[in-house]
């Protein structure tokens, strides 16, 4: 924290005298994701699994399906959990051990946008109501940190729950049997696409990599869903926004979105 | 929040809210200024049936010392919610819930307050919850933001803050507790008044891109009326004609 080397003052002022110019340190436009790859199926013993390389920043995240007790307040839904973990292979600042503010903030973001597009419909994840359900849990390792954890892990939870295959259980005498065999599609609705962008200046720009995130004033992602409605939203960072700035961010999160699902549907083709 | 089934009428053909409101109508707001003895500065909310304290201490020496900043001071924010604050007893340990909302909270005072004066130093704000209603994060942000006003931390503004949300296809002021669990969208907002800037934003639930305007729209007119109450929070206790203190 803090006590910013020379190297990144030097950086950053670099990045700003370059924005001023209308360009970026790596050229690509404001509104200009970097580079989305996608390989799905990557884990064959998760029942769902994709790899993202946004630019540099690289995630795998693992699907599992297991049985499980609803929420108290929730006996009529089956259960998502998203969890995310920043590797000690990732970044040479990040250590094992608990996860600290940062990366709870990142899973929160990542669960919620997936959660509140509806994109798993929950209620056809029930056994028997009130006891037991089907629990989707989606864990997402980060295997090199470059910037823009949000929308990466955002794009292989998303495509690993494309592909993912729900087995199928019944009761028998009270007891849920797993039938060998025979799995099904998990049931999607929609396809949420995050979009991160970050402010520095009076600039905004789209998918802030590595250098420019951590000059960051202020950043915020929104989530858009098929229907190209806003589902999601998360401000952070240590400055804020005008209303003026977020109209326009929304805007910008629905067409950048929109490009993005394209490619989110494209790989849950390829990797089967 | 895909609009659960619910026997409550959440908007009725008037236009009148589950719990009498009107739609651009917010919940009974109290704030006092300076409430705790030991605290630097202090504040207590209550927000509906939200009660919130905020206590600051500081700036004051960083420990573990690791964590002091040459250049500036830093903050730090706790947001906890007392056992018996809600239906359920909540586990005293801090949620995940819970430490990010400490988060946004604390990047939401964050711009208003001038860390740079105080080198080498922390200003620590508590938070505790001790009846939860929905909303508490904005009720929280709004008695931290008093509490470090009543501290004498410099600022550069005040940090407002007030939810807007979709209940029943409409846009509306501050979402109560039914409101969150029975409606469409929920979302919280920090506004600095004067600079017009938006410090917190959050949203759960789905908007076209035109009830997303109107709806950040209506989050900031209901921060402008929580301002008018914290700003009466701080002129009673220091300009009461020496009652108080």
């Known amino acids: ?272 | 929040m895909g609009g659960r089934d619910t026997d409550l009428i959440l908007l009725d053909e008037n236009g009148i809210r589950c719990d009498g409101r009107k739609i651009d109508e917010p919940r009974k707001i109290m704030i006092k200024a300076g409430v705790l003895k030991n605290a630097n500065g202090s504040a207590y909310i209550e927000f509906g049936d939200n009660k919130i304290l905020a206590g600051v201490f500081g700036p004051r020496d960083v420990h573990p010392k690791h964590l002091a900043n040459t250049d500036t001071g830093i903050l730090r924010c706790r947001y906890h919610m007392s056992p018996f604050s809600v239906e359920e007893r909540k586990r005293p340990a801090p949620s995940r819930r819970e430490i990010e909302i400490s988060k946004v909270i604390k990047e939401a005072l964050k711009p208003a307050v001038m860390l740079e004066q105080f080198p080498r130093t922390v200003v620590d704000i508590f938070i505790e919850v001790l009846q939860a209603d929905g909303g508490s994060r904005c009720a929280a942000l709004a008695a931290a933001s008093v509490a470090l006003a009543d501290a004498g931390i410099p600022m550069r503004d005040m940090v407002s803050a007030c939810a807007a949300g979709k209940v029943a296809d409409t846009i509306v002021l501050d979402v109560n507790n039914e409101e969150d669990q029975a409606g469409q969208a929920d979302m919280p907002v920090g506004y600095m008044p004067n600079m017009e800037k938006i410090t917190l934003i959050q949203l759960d639930g789905v908007l076209t891109p035109e009830e997303y305007k109107k709806c950040v729209e209506t989050a900031v007119a209901g921060c402008k009326l929580v301002y008018e109450i914290q700003k009466k929070a701080l002129t009673d206790k220091y300009f009461s004609n020496g009652e108080n203190n």
């Open chain 1, 1 to 272: 924290m803090g006590n910013v080397s020379i190297i990144d003052q030097l950086k950053g002022q670099k990045i700003h005298d370059l924005l001023e110019q209308g360009k970026r340190v790596d050229g690509r436009s404001f509104d200009e994701p970097r580079q989305l790859t996608i390989e799905t199926g990557v884990i064959p013993k998760a029942e769902g699994s994709a790899r993202v390389h946004l630019g540099d920043t690289e995630v795998v995240t693992g699907v599992k399906v297991q049985l499980d007790r609803p929420f108290p307040d929730r006996g009529d839904n089956g259960i998502f959990i998203c969890t995310a973990e920043i590797l000690p292979l990732a970044h040479p600042d990040a250590e094992p051990g608990p996860p600290g503010e940062d990366v709870i903030e990142l899973a929160r973001v990542v669960d919620r946008g997936i959660r509140e597009s509806g994109m798993v419909d929950l209620t056809q994840l029930v056994l028997e109501k009130d006891k037991t359900v089907i629990g989707i849990f989606a864990d997402c390792s980060i295997l090199d940190h470059a910037g823009n954890l949000f929308d990466a892990c955002s794009y292989a939870t998303t495509a690993a729950l494309l592909t993912t295959k729900i087995p199928k259980w019944e009761m028998q005498d009270d007891v849920p049997v797993k039938v060998e065999g025979q799995e099904s599609d998990a049931p999607i609705t929609t396809i949420p696409a995050s979009v991160t962008m970050g402010r520095i200046g009076e600039h905004i720009i789209v998918d802030p990599n590595a250098d420019e995130w951590f000059c960051l004033d202020a950043r915020i992602t929104i989530t858009t869903n098929s229907d190209g409605n806003i589902c999601a939203l998360q401000k952070g960072g240590k400055d804020g926004f005008t209303i003026e700035q977020l109209v326009k961010c929304g805007e910008t999160s629905i067409s950048i979105g929109a490009k993005i699902r394209e490619t989110l549907k494209e790989s849950k083709g390829a990797g089967q």
